[in-house]
């Protein structure tokens, strides 16, 4: 292992950006500069390490050391420490570059929206960021979860942000799911685990895990439900609500929350648990793997079945992400390498392909003001570019070639067949069709439906009030488009999507040597 302080100005990037946004507070386009310099910063650390990683080094760095070894040598004492290899750097890699993009759409939106509190939102904004990568980087229990809460804490304002009844309600609910269900069930869990194994590092592979071979059989199971079940914001049920309840932010928070920051370290932190704390020996021998993948299977067709009844766009999607999360869990718990890059894989591809729904989303109320798909008839012949982005991560949703989607989910379909469970080959192609089931409606209607009849005759209450939104549209050379600072991130998150589907390699490079 090698110690690199790059890990170290990585998380200081996001930190001293949400110091200069407040200092700048005051001058908008300076503000945002500083937002997005700091992503710039940010994905420059994160990238510098990709050769390093690639070359199958692993770069470490203790920050502190918080508690020293013991004399007889059981305790190996506890520090706070950062590591990146393969795993973190699928997480870390997406979480920053779409920060960079997610800047300038969060300036579109903001501005076009006429937005209160710009300043706190872009503060609680890098913060959350500083969490997201200080998770990705975590090299133990101790430091994963100090950053899994840091995610919780910074993101309550942008739920918040609206500061209304509805607002401070679902804010209310996501804190208190989130930061309950770690403290009730992580922190004992950690104690436990340290008590248990002397140690609270992650593993150097995937296999051996750090729990040693005479614990109880019923502790070890009982340690793993509760991690499971801790990381609440994985999205698996019963504690999913908490996220619909935060569809009540604004869009750019929607997309941070469901595509970037909040959920994936969510599975990010049960997947590297699940390998690094218990690992794939100790999980086959206690044959938890196909019940772990069946118990996420559950959240897979529920979450996609309450999606169908959904007209919101924004709370269909958010019942998509409570499904689409727990195939990063499913492909784990198949506990075959071709399963476990699948499901790795899926947190780059979800990132990349629900950032650019929710993006489109905001588009569209930006520019009409409608949140309804059934209000959306014909809005794909005014918006093309905002409905063609759509499509295509909607396709890699539904998981169909060459979308990045199409990938995740083929070397599930093989994994699940090497563990020769034809249940869940079932669950992946049943809920496959769902997906289409309630994305293909949205598409169809947009690009061949009619327009409502109060958009048709072009005078609707809502005229007056989103003109300018539309004037900006017709400043862009895009007739009904919205502003060019909103147009742009979803196209290249869009064709990014694409990109990795056609060269999944891409990504694929950081996770294969991980399950051999």
């Not at 101790?142 to 919780?152: A, D, K, P, Q, R």
């Not at 403290?183 to 869990?189: D, E, H, R, V």
């Not at 941070?256 to 932190?269: D, N, P, T």
Request: net charge neutral; proline share 4%; glycine share 8%.
């Amino acid at each position: 292992m090698e110690s690199d302080p790059r890990l170290v100005y990585a998380l200081l990037a996001p930190l001293v950006g949400a110091g200069l946004v407040m200092a700048t507070g005051k001058k908008p386009n300076l503000r945002e500069a500083m937002s997005f310099i700091a992503a710039c910063t940010l994905f420059g650390f994160v990238a510098s390490l990709i050769p390093d990683v690639l070359a199958g080094k692993t770069v470490h760095y203790t920050v502190a050391q918080l508690i020293p070894a013991d004399s007889a040598g059981f305790y190996q004492g506890l520090s706070f420490s950062l590591r990146a290899d393969g795993l973190s750097m699928v997480f870390a890699v997406a979480a920053s570059f779409l920060w960079m993009l997610a800047v300038f759409y969060a300036a579109g939106y903001m501005r076009g929206h006429h937005e209160a509190n710009q300043t706190r939102f872009n503060t609680c904004f890098a913060l959350a960021l500083f969490g997201a990568v200080g998770g990705a980087f975590a090299d133990n229990l101790l430091t994963l979860y100090f950053f899994y809460e840091v995610v919780s804490i910074s993101t309550y304002p942008l739920v918040a942000h609206h500061q209304d009844k509805e607002s401070y309600e679902g804010a209310q609910k996501y804190l208190v799911y989130l930061t309950t269900t770690a403290k009730a069930l992580i922190f004992p869990a950690m104690v436990l685990i340290y008590v248990l194994s002397g140690t609270l590092d992650f593993a150097s592979n995937v296999h051996s895990g750090i729990l040693p071979t005479g614990v109880h059989n019923g502790l070890v199971i009982t340690l793993y439900i509760a991690c499971l079940l801790g990381f609440a914001k994985n999205g698996v049920m019963p504690f999913h609500s908490w996220l619909p309840s935060a569809m009540v932010a604004p869009t750019p928070v929607s997309a941070l929350l469901h595509a970037v920051a909040v959920v994936k370290i969510g599975v990010f932190s049960t997947v590297r648990v699940m390998l690094y704390i218990f690992g794939t020996d100790t999980m086959a021998r206690l044959d938890l793997g196909l019940p772990t993948a069946c118990f996420v299977s559950l959240t897979i067709l529920l979450g996609s079945v309450i999606a169908l009844s959904k007209d919101n766009l924004k709370a269909r999607l958010a019942y998509s992400t409570v499904s689409q999360l727990s195939y990063v869990i499913l492909g784990v718990a198949l506990l075959n390498p071709i399963g476990i890059e699948g499901g790795l894989f899926h947190i780059a591809a979800h990132a990349f392909s629900k950032i650019t729904l929710f993006f489109c989303a905001g588009a569209i109320y930006v520019v009409t003001h409608k949140k309804n798909i059934s209000e959306m008839g014909g809005l794909g012949r005014q918006m093309p570019w905002t409905f063609g982005a759509f499509a295509v991560a909607a396709l890699s949703m539904i998981g169909a070639p060459p979308v990045a989607g199409f990938v995740s989910k083929l070397y599930m379909l093989v994994g699940s067949l090497e563990a020769h469970s034809y249940f869940i080959l079932a669950v992946l192609i049943g809920s496959s069709l769902l997906n289409a089931a309630y994305f293909a409606p949205v598409v169809y209607h947009a690009f061949f439906g009619q327009p409502a009849a109060a958009a048709a005759h072009g005078a609707d209450a809502h005229g007056h009030g989103h003109s300018a939104a539309h004037g900006h549209g017709h400043d862009d050379h895009h007739h009904g488009e919205a502003p060019l600072s909103m147009l742009i991130p979803l196209c290249i998150t869009a064709a990014i999507s694409v990109v990795i589907g056609i060269y999944p390699d891409l990504i694929l490079q950081f996770v294969k040597g991980i399950a051999q």
